[in-house]
């Protein structure tokens, strides 16, 4: 490989492992303004969202979700969905990553800590973007599950 | 444009995000730590800080407000300004950029998440460095304006 | 300089900051999930870790630290230990980076915010691989050490 080829490679790679950060990053601030399309638009036609209770599978999924008067409540009552940094792994137009979160929410004039997070992203370049194909968050309880997106995120699995 | 060109480009792009990326996660840790000056200087001369009932104007503002004894006093019993990755979309010149955070302050032995925080920035490169011109914070407690913030950051406006 | 060797320097940068942002993104993770074997790998051979009452020295001690009984207990119950974006400033073969934290411990149902964190880490790239040969973390509680840490630790040294 030419020098410059081998230059651009690496540049590449660090432009979509940073436009999958940015993603991520970007749906806290989506969600807890109540941005049903833009947060939709983050997953991929047929992606999924697989947080405890809930399964949502495509944009309209996730969209009625945001639009949903559970969401909408916690949004009237104040609600962060605070995502920590996502460590991501890039191989050709498919991808993994893994975050942290917890849920802080306003009740009674206090903001409780409704719930810790452990995320899991698949991602795919589709249209010369990424989205989100799956997506899998659990509370971090003691439960092995939750600990097993964990790992198996930094592993890039 | 030539190859090297284009390349150049895209890292000096990468560079000045990350250069504002890096300017907002310093603001926790500067401010967490009672630094007067060096939190101001993340501001432009006349650059503004609005958060809730504080209204700043210019770095000697910033100043007075890290030095201030309801900013000394919670420094004094532990507090923990905890900024989320930030989503920074440049043109030119010019920046915006949005994160969410929480405020964290120990209260008789316990830690207590006083605010949650939709942050706004608007920075610009002045003398060859960026500088936050204006900022806005306001709580999340579904009120339109925090979530505004955080639509119009995403959005890059 | 040739114009593409500066390219390079500068993408080299680049590549070593976000190798030691994802290092310290994975330490959440990997010790919330008790990857015993892979948190320890963070570390240099003679890497040090000092938090608040634990002084370890070397991956076997950090390695006893994520599988005793009182961090496999906290595991159990269910916890987070989440991490802000780190701010990094590189030196050839060395580095420091800094961070904020909280500890978040599920507690009869609740979450709790159990510990607020100034994290301070030397790193040193060593066989190629950027590892940490000493962090120092204190809990953000007024004490003039913890807000040392992180004065330091953003102004790189």
Request: charged residues 25%.
């Amino acid at each position: 490989m030419s020098e410059l080829a081998e230059l651009r490679q690496r540049l590449a790679r660090i432009e979509d492992e940073r436009a999958i950060e940015r993603l991520i990053a970007s749906y806290g601030p989506l969600v807890d303004s109540g941005s049903v399309e833009a947060t939709a638009a983050l997953w991929s036609q047929e992606g999924t969202y697989d947080v405890e209770d809930w399964q949502m599978r495509g944009r309209a999924d996730v969209a009625a979700m945001v639009g949903s008067d559970a969401h909408q409540g916690l949004i009237g009552r104040g609600c962060l969905h605070f995502h920590g940094p996502a460590v991501v792994t890039v191989d050709g137009d498919d991808a993994v990553a893994v975050c942290e979160s917890v849920l802080v929410v306003r009740h009674e004039s206090r903001n409780v800590v409704a719930r810790t997070g452990a995320n899991h992203f698949r991602l795919r370049r589709i249209a010369d973007r990424w989205q989100i194909t799956a997506r899998v968050t659990r509370t971090l309880d003691g439960d092995a599950g939750a600990r097993e997106l964990l790992t198996t995120g930094i592993e890039g699995r």
